[in-house]
C-alpha cells in the first residue's frame, strides 16, 4: 500500500463496477445535498425582498412558496420522466439534445457547467463565510480555508462514488434531522397552543412597512428569488448510472425522497415563519441573524439546539458543493461523448470514474475562488440562471419527447405538465435575468456564447481528425519501398555507429551528414573513409552518401532542416527516415550538460516536416 | 533587417572574426574599466581604517597607497608574463591549471567566477545606489533600475566585443579625463603655492584623534582594505583572444595603459588628500561625503567640474559591470574546454563570442540582485577575496613556470618577482579572509567547495560519456539483423495503415499490440482479418501478428511497457523497434483534445528501456 493508495483508494479493475453503484442511502448525500441545502436560505430569500412590507408581508410568503412548491412538483415530475427515458444519465443536455437539437443542447451544456462550477465555488465559500463569520480570528484565512476544502472535496470524490456517500451521509443526516425537529417541534407547539405559540425568545421585531400593497413586479422578483430553493434538483438525472439496478427506479426514489423532504422543509419554513410572525432582516443590519436562525430561537431558545441546528447547516453548505463534484464530470463525459468537449472526459480513473472531470472543476473552482478571493456572495445571482435555462430546456425538451411517442397513454396530460413547466421555469428565468443583470447576470449571459463557441470548435476539430483518420478500406501494399534514410552525425562515435547500423538495416540508400562548421578544426571525413567505407566495401554492401554541408554562421540545426526538406522535395512519393542518436542520461542534471539540439531538430522536423518524414530516435543508454 | 537583428545585430560569419577584433582603445573600456574605477574608492577604503588616527592618519595613506603600488607592479609584471606564456587567454586559471595542477586551477575557477558575478551585482548595485542618493524619489525603483542596467549591459555584450567596446570608449574617457584632471590641476596648485595650498572650500573637520600609534594590525589591515584597488587587474589576461595581431602585445599594451593610468590615480589622489588635509569621513556620519567628493570641492569648488566629475563616477561605475561581462564567458569557456563546465560554454552565438556565459552570468546576477533587492554593499566583502585567490594563484603558477624554463635568460629574477608577489597577495588575502570573515567572507569560503564539487561532478561526467562513446574501432557489420517491430494500435485507422505500411518494409517480424480495456465494447479482431490479413495473404507477405492484451484496469501504458519490456527481454540480441503514431496537430491547443499517451509512452521507452529499443515516430499531419 503506497501513500498515494492510502489517499485515493487501491485501483478499482472494471469488472468492481457493481460494486461501485450505490443506494439511496447514499444517493442522497451525494446528488441531494445542493437541492436540501436550498432550504436553508431559498425561504430567506424570498422574505429578504418583502422586508418593506413589514409583518405584512410575512402573509405572503406562505403563498409564494407553495407556488414555488407546485413548480417544484412539475420539475419533479419532468425529471421523474426524464431518468425513465434516459437511463444512462444527462439529465438537461440529453433532453435537449435528442429533442430540441444540438444548439439548445449545447445551450444547456454551457448553462449547467457554469451552474455547477458556480456551486462548488458558492457552496464552498458560504460554509467558510459562515465559519469566519462565527470565528472572526479565521477571516484572513478566508481563501486558504476555501481552497483546503475544495482539495478535500476533491480528493474524496476522486475515492470514487460509494466512499463520497459514506462520507457525506452523517452531515446530511444531522442537517435533515435538525430541520425536520425545527418544522414539527414547532407544528407541535403552535398546535397545543390553539395557534398561538408563544415565542421562547421573542423574534426581532419586524422592519416599519412603507409599501401596502404588493405590486406584481415585486411578487415575481419574490418568486423569483424564492426559486434558488429549486437548483440542484437536476443532479439525480444526471447520475442515474452511478445507481444500483434497478437503476432507474433507485434514482427515482432517490429523487422522491430528496424532493419531498425538500417540501416538508420549504413549507415548513415558510408556515412556522407566517405563525410565529418571524419577518426577515436586512443582511447589512447591526446584529442580522438568517431567518433560519430566528425561527430556531423562537421556537428553542439559546440552547444546545440551537448551536446543534445552526452547525449542521453550516457543514451541510460548505459541503454542498459536493454535488457539482458528483455531476460535473459526469455532465463532461456526456457532452465529450458527442465531440464537443476533450475526450479525456470519458476516460475513466482508477476509482472508475471521469478523473478528469473532477479535475478540471477543481481547477475552474479554484480559480473563482481566487479571484474574489474565497468571498463569492456576488457570484450568487449568476447562478441561478444556469439553472433555470437548463430546467427550461429539459422541459421543453420533454414536451417534444411525449409529442415523439405518439401512443404513449396519458401523453397529453404529460406535455402539458411539462409545458406549464418550461413556461413557467421560463418567466422565472426571465425575471431573475431582468433582476440581476446588472449584478452580475451579464457575466453568465456573455460567459454561455463563448462556452458554446468553444465546444463547437472542439466538435470541428474532431469532426475532421474522424474525417481525415477514418479508414474503412483495407490495407494498401502499393508502393511499399524502402525510405531515403538521413543520419546527421557529427563525429564518428558508438552511437553514430549504432545509428549507422541501424540505417544499414533500414535501407540501401543511406545520406549521412555532417554539418561542418567553421569553428572546428576536423570534419568527418578522415574517420568516414577508414572506419566506415573500408568495412562496408570489404562486405560489398551499398555505400552510404557522406554529404558534408559548411555552415559559416556556426548555425547546425538550419543547414540540416533545409537539407532534409529539399531531400523530401526531390524524391517525391519516397518516405525520408531521419535517424536521430540521442544520449539518455542517468539524472535529469546530466541534461544540461548536453547540447539539446536533437530535441530541437525532433520538434522542427515535427512542425515542419510533413507525412513522408519519419523521425527514429536511436537511444544510448549512459 | 528584423527586430531581433537590429537590437542583436546580424550574424556573423565565422569568418568575420578577425574585423570583430579589437585593439588598444576598445580593450581600455571592455577590460580596464573595473580596474580603472577601483580608483574611486581604493584609497578611501584604506583611508577609513585611518579615521580613528584623525589628521595624523592622512600622513601613513601615501606610503601604504605607495606599498599597494608596488604589488600592483608586480601583479602587472605577472600578468604581463601571463599575456605572452599564454596567448590563447585564461588568466589565473590557466596559468594554475598548467603549472599547479588540477585542484589548484578549480580553486582559480571557482575564486574567479564567484569574484566576476559579485562585480557585475556590486558595480551595478554602486552606481545605482550613487544615483539614487542623488535622486531619492527612485529609491524604491532600486532594484528594477538594477535589473534594467543588467539586461542592457548584457545586451551591448551580446552585439559583440566591437560594439561593446564602441558603446563604453566615451564614459570611460570621461571618468579618466576627469580624475587626470582632478590629480594635475590640484598638483599644480599645490606648486604655484609652494606646497601649501589653499582649500577652495575648506574640507570637512578631521575626526578627534582616539589612536596615537599605528598598530601592525591596523597597518594590515588598512592595506588590505586598500588592495581593493588592484581588482580587476587580471581581466585584460582572460581576453587576450579578443585582440588583434599582434594579440599578446596589444594586450600587454592595453594592461600597461589601464595600470599605468590606475597607478596615477591612486597616488595622486593619496598624495593629494595628505597635501590638502582631506581625511575620510565616517560614511554613517551626517551629510557624509566620499574622499573624492571632497577633493574635488576642495581642490575646485562646487563648480561644473564638480558635477561633471561626480556624474562621469557615477556612470563608470555602474558600468565597471562590463568587465564580468567581458571576461566571465571567456573564462566558463576556458573551464568548460577541461570538460569542468557544460559544453554549450564553449559554443559561439551570433555575434561571434559565448552566448550562453553572458546569458549565465546575467542570470546569475539578477539572482543575486533580487536576493539582496539591488543594494549590494554587504557584498563587498566578499568579493575581494574573489581577485586575490585568484591572484595568489597565479603568480604562485607564475613561480613554477620558470621553474620549468630552465634557459630562460633571468629566471632568477622573474621568480623573485612572482614569489615576491605571491606571498605579498597571499598575505593580503589572510588578512581580508580573517578580517572579513564573520562580515560575509565565509559565505565565498563556503561556496568555493561548492563549486568545485559541482565542477568535478560534470568532469565525472563528461570522462564517462567520452569512454563510453569513444570509437575508434571501425563500423562493425557484424549481426545486421531485421529488428522485431512493435506496433501499438487502438483501431483500424488511417494512422494506423501508415504505421503497419511503415513496417513492413522494416522487418518481416511484426507485432501488433491491442491493448483491449473492459471499458471498450469492440477490439481491433473485427477489422484485423478482414481489413489487414487478407490483403496481406493475398501478396504472399510474412503476416503479421495480432497481440491482444487485455487491461482489466483501463490502463494502457503499463502494459503495452510490460510487453515491449518482456519481448526485448525474451529475444536477447535483437533490436526492439517501437511504431508510434503521432498526431501532429495546426494549433498548439488542440493538443488538449487528444490524448498524450505517446508522448508519455515514449518518454517511458527512454526512460525504462535500453540500448536495443528503438523508438519511430510515426507522424500524421492533419
Known amino acids: 500500500m503506497t501513500f498515494f493508495d492510502v489517499l485515493f483508494g487501491r485501483p478499482l479493475a472494471t469488472s468492481d463496477e457493481r460494486a461501485e453503484q450505490i443506494g439511496i442511502a447514499a444517493g442522497i448525500p451525494i446528488f441531494g445535498l445542493d437541492a436540501l441545502t436550498s432550504a436553508a436560505y431559498g425561504p430567506e430569500a424570498a422574505m429578504t425582498l418583502l422586508i418593506p412590507m413589514g409583518l405584512a408581508g410575512v ?16 420539475v419533479y415530475f419532468s425529471y421523474r420522466q426524464t431518468i425513465e427515458a434516459y437511463p444512462s444519465g444527462g439529465g438537461s443536455y440529453t433532453v435537449a439534445t435528442e429533442n430540441l437539437g444540438e444548439f439548445p443542447g449545447l445551450l444547456a451544456a454551457a448553462a449547467l457547467m457554469i451552474d455547477y462550477i458556480l456551486t462548488a465555488a458558492v457552496g464552498i465559500s458560504a460554509g467558510v463565510t459562515a465559519l469566519t463569520s462565527a470565528v472572526p480570528s479565521l477571516q484572513r484565512h478566508t481563501l486558504a480555508i476555501c481552497l483546503v476544502i475544495l482539495v ?3 480528493i474524496v470524490n476522486l475515492r470514487g462514488v460509494k466512499d463520497t456517500g459514506a462520507a457525506f451521509i452523517l452531515p446530511t443526516f444531522f442537517f ?26 421573542a423574534p426581532p421585531p419586524p422592519a416599519v412597512a412603507t409599501m401596502k400593497y404588493l405590486s406584481l413586479w415585486l411578487l415575481l422578483k419574490t418568486f423569483s428569488s424564492g426559486c434558488a430553493a429549486m437548483t440542484g434538483v437536476e443532479a439525480v438525472s444526471n447520475g442515474v448510472m452511478a445507481f ?14 430528496i424532493v419531498a423532504t425538500l417540501i416538508v422543509l420549504l413549507f415548513g419554513i415558510a408556515w412556522l415563519s407566517k405563525t410565529y410572525g418571524v419577518t426577515a432582516m436586512d443582511p447589512e443590519a447591526h446584529q442580522y441573524q438568517s431567518v433560519l436562525s430566528i425561527l430556531t430561537t423562537t421556537i428553542f431558545g439559546r440552547g444546545w439546539f440551537y448551536y446543534l441546528t445552526m452547525g449542521s447547516v453550516l457543514m451541510a453548505l460548505s459541503l454542498s458543493a459536493n454535488t457539482a463534484f458528483a455531476d460535473f464530470p459526469r455532465l463532461a463525459r456526456a457532452i465529450s461523448l458527442h465531440d464537443y468537449l476533450p475526450h479525456v472526459f470519458t476516460l475513466r480513473g482508477r476509482r472508475l470514474l471521469y478523473t478528469h472531470g473532477v479535475y478540471a472543476l477543481t481547477g475552474f473552482t479554484a480559480v473563482i475562488l481566487i479571484l474574489f478571493g474565497g468571498v463569492t456572495d456576488r457570484l450568487i445571482p449568476l447562478y441561478a440562471i444556469g439553472a433555470f435555462l437548463a430546467f427550461t430546456l429539459s422541459q421543453a425538451g420533454m414536451v417534444v419527447h411525449w409529442l415523439k411517442m405518439e401512443d404513449h397513454p396519458g401523453r397529453m396530460w404529460h406535455m402539458f405538465v ?9 418567466i422565472t428565468l426571465l425575471v431573475v435575468l431582468v433582476a440581476k443583470f446588472m449584478a452580475g447576470a451579464w457575466v453568465t449571459a456573455l460567459l454561455v456564447p463563448v462556452l458554446i463557441g468553444i465546444m463547437m470548435g472542439i466538435k470541428r476539430h474532431y469532426t475532421r481528425v474522424k474525417r481525415e483518420m477514418k479508414d474503412m478500406t483495407p490495407l ?28 544499414l538495416v533500414l535501407s540501401k540508400e543511406l545520406k549521412v551528414v ?31 552518401e557522406l554529404v558534408t554541408i559548411p555552415s559559416n554562421y556556426r548555425f547546425i540545426i538550419n543547414p540540416l532542416m533545409d537539407y532534409i526538406l529539399e531531400l523530401e522535395a526531390s524524391n517525391p512519393g519516397r518516405k525520408v527516415t531521419v535517424l536521430l542518436p ?13 547540447n539539446q539540439r536533437v530535441q530541437l531538430l525532433k520538434l522542427l522536423l515535427l512542425l515542419k516536416g510533413n507525412q513522408r518524414i519519419v523521425v527514429v530516435n536511436i537511444p544510448w543508454y549512459l
Chains 1, 2 share one sequence.
Do not use: C
Not at 544520449?583 to 544540461?592: D, F, G, I, Q, S
Open 244 to 257: 444500483k439496478e434497478p437503476r432507474a427506479k433507485n434514482a427515482q426514489r432517490t429523487l422522491t425522497v
Open 418 to 426: 411539462n409545458g406549464f413547466g418550461a413556461v413557467a421555469t421560463g
Open 176 to 201: 435533515v434531522g435538525t430541520l425536520l425537529t425545527l418544522v414539527f417541534v414547532g407544528a407541535y407547539k403552535a398546535y397545543v397552543s390553539g395557534w398561538h405559540p408563544v415565542p421562547v425568545v
Open 476 to 503: 494498401s501494399l502499393a508502393n511499399l519501398q524502402e525510405p531515403l534514410v538521413v543520419i546527421p552525425m557529427a563525429r564518428w562515435d558508438r552511437i553514430g555507429e549504432k545509428a549507422l547500423r541501424f540505417g
Open 514 to 544: 555532417h554539418v561542418h562548421s567553421d569553428d572546428e578544426p576536423v570534419g568527418l571525413e578522415e574517420d568516414w573513409e577508414e572506419k566506415v567505407l573500408a568495412p562496408i566495401r570489404k562486405e560489398g554492401i551499398p555505400e552510404p
Open 59 to 74: 402573509d405572503h410568503i406562505v403563498p409564494v412558496i407553495s407556488a414555488i412548491l407546485i413548480l417544484l412538483v412539475i
Open 152 to 154: 478535500i472535496l476533491a
Open 582 to 594: 540521442e544520449l539518455v542520461v542517468r539524472h535529469w542534471w546530466e541534461n544540461a550538460l548536453h
